[in-house]
């Protein structure tokens, strides 16, 4: 039986954020794993996508976009919701979820009446980023967990004169007792264990 199409929720309201612009709360307290809204918007290509917006101020770090899959792109700035008001935190409440080429948000752990709600957008770096890119996408989350930045993969300017020390000490070690450093990476967009997929932001249009 097809979902029903999330278009408002009594879970929620919009109204001004701290973080930025609008953004959206909880109209009452909000049980862990819950549905609360579907992301809607004009369903377009990538290649709409830039055509639409290819006048568009790169120093202008807000988006509607969202990517769906390979094809297919969400934006919300043309028919969206609700949904397209939730700002993002590195260290959010809720996750973005593809399932059957539709995005929800759902809640990861209790959102209380009042709660700001926020997920992580994960914006995709690009090769031909500019050097102030962090800056432009930069992260006002206020979360002690802040990286600074929505992009993904995390390179906070802050950070990185820590990381290349730590790096030259792991080569050292790893050299001397004559192993490999282990290395890790996260998957974009990759499947949960509900076999569902988890999306990111794509850039980019303002979105006040």
């Given at each position: 039986?097809?979902?029903?199409?999330?278009?408002?929720?009594?879970?929620?309201?919009?109204?001004?954020?701290?973080?930025?612009?609008k953004?959206?709360?909880?109209?009452?307290?909000?049980?862990?794993?819950?549905?609360?809204?579907?992301?809607?918007?004009?369903?377009?290509?990538?290649?709409?996508?830039?055509?639409r917006y290819?006048g568009?101020?790169?120093?202008?770090?807000?988006t509607f976009?969202?990517?769906?899959?390979?094809?297919?792109?969400?934006d919300?700035?043309?028919?969206?919701?609700?949904?397209?008001?939730?700002?993002?935190?590195?260290?959010?409440?809720?996750?973005?979820?593809?399932?059957?080429?539709?995005?929800?948000?759902?809640?990861?752990?209790?959102?209380?009446?009042?709660?700001e709600?926020?997920?992580?957008?994960?914006?995709?770096?690009?090769?031909?980023?500019?050097?102030?890119?962090?800056e432009?996408?930069a992260?006002?989350?206020?979360?002690?967990?802040?990286?600074?930045?929505?992009?993904?993969p995390?390179k906070?300017?802050?950070?990185?004169?820590?990381?290349?020390?730590?790096?030259?000490?792991?080569?050292?070690?790893?050299?001397?007792?004559?192993?490999?450093?282990?290395?890790?990476?996260?998957?974009?967009?990759?499947?949960?264990?509900?076999?569902?997929?988890?999306?990111?932001?794509?850039?980019?249009?303002?979105?006040r």
């Amino acid at each position: 039986m097809p979902i029903p199409v999330m278009r408002t929720s009594a879970w929620i309201n919009v109204r001004n954020s701290r973080i930025h612009g609008k953004g959206v709360f909880a109209a009452k307290r909000i049980p862990k794993g819950t549905r609360v809204i579907e992301y809607l918007g004009d369903r377009i290509s990538h290649a709409e996508a830039d055509a639409r917006y290819d006048g568009h101020d790169p120093n202008d770090n807000h988006t509607f976009l969202f990517i769906v899959d390979k094809k297919t792109v969400i934006d919300a700035g043309v028919g969206g919701n609700g949904a397209r008001f939730i700002n993002h935190s590195c260290d959010g409440n809720c996750e973005s979820v593809i399932e059957d080429r539709r995005v929800f948000i759902e809640t990861t752990r209790v959102v209380e009446k009042g709660e700001e709600l926020g997920y992580d957008y994960e914006i995709g770096r690009e090769k031909d980023d500019p050097p102030n890119v962090d800056e432009i996408f930069a992260c006002r989350c206020g979360s002690p967990k802040c990286r600074g930045t929505m992009l993904w993969p995390a390179k906070d300017p802050r950070k990185k004169k820590k990381a290349k020390k730590k790096a030259k000490t792991r080569v050292k070690t790893s050299a001397k007792n004559k192993t490999t450093p282990r290395v890790t990476s996260r998957a974009k967009a990759g499947a949960d264990t509900q076999g569902r997929s988890t999306g990111s932001r794509r850039r980019t249009v303002s979105r006040r």
